[in-house]
């Protein structure tokens, strides 16, 4: 996901910057993948309008992110790289072998047509971007992101476009990884994470 910046033809532009879409393979959603998201045009739960100017707009639809990436040792093929409306960074839907097919955060550097998995065994997978594996496999230093804080709970921290902690140490049953605004956690070194930014 590249930043465009414009010339300074002036001072507005001169601090102006949009993302490039280049990375972006296709316009239109998975349908069964989608939910409408509820339009309460600044009213309560008696209708009563309790926030002024609020209302119209564009439909807006919510993809539904799998966090948990829970199929494992299943192979899965990234089919598109897709824009979501509601967060920064990118998704795509991949398909697994046995037909299923979810959205997914995309760290930068996967392609369409990569393969990429998510295990809980120590030789489940190589050590490769967009593969999720519990933290006590992977080796010290790898730039990870979709990081879960409690096993089998899903990703919850740095889930953020652009954002990556590094694994800085494995010590008895945690793990220590330094998070994006420079502070230093302990995770169970069980909980899976994804390589990659």
Not at 81 to 89: C, S, T, V
Not at 100 to 119: A, F, N
Request: hydrophobic share 35%.
């Amino acid at each position: 996901m590249a930043i465009k910046r414009y010339n300074p033809t002036s001072a507005g532009r001169r601090i102006s910057s949009v993302d490039r879409r280049d990375d972006i393979t296709t316009n239109k959603p998975h349908r069964p993948l989608l939910l409408a998201r509820k339009q309460n045009a600044g009213r309560n739960n008696q209708g009563k309008i309790t926030v002024r100017h609020h209302g119209g707009g564009e439909k807006q639809f919510i993809r539904i992110v799998d966090f948990k990436q829970d199929k494992y040792d299943v192979p899965a093929v990234v089919q598109t790289i897709e824009y979501d409306p509601k967060r920064g960074a990118r998704i795509a839907l991949i398909s697994y072998q046995d037909g299923e097919k979810r959205y997914m955060l995309v760290p930068d550097g996967v392609k369409v047509g990569q393969k990429i998995m998510s295990t809980k065994q120590k030789d489940g997978v190589e050590i490769a971007v967009g593969n999720r594996l519990p933290l006590e496999f992977m080796p010290i230093g790898s730039v990870i992101c979709n990081i879960e804080l409690d096993p089998g709970k899903g990703g919850q921290i740095v889930r953020g476009a652009g954002a990556m902690a590094s694994l800085m140490a494995i010590e008895g049953v945690f793990a220590t990884i330094k998070l994006p605004s420079g502070e230093v956690r302990k995770v169970r070194k069980e909980c899976l994470a994804t390589l990659g930014q």
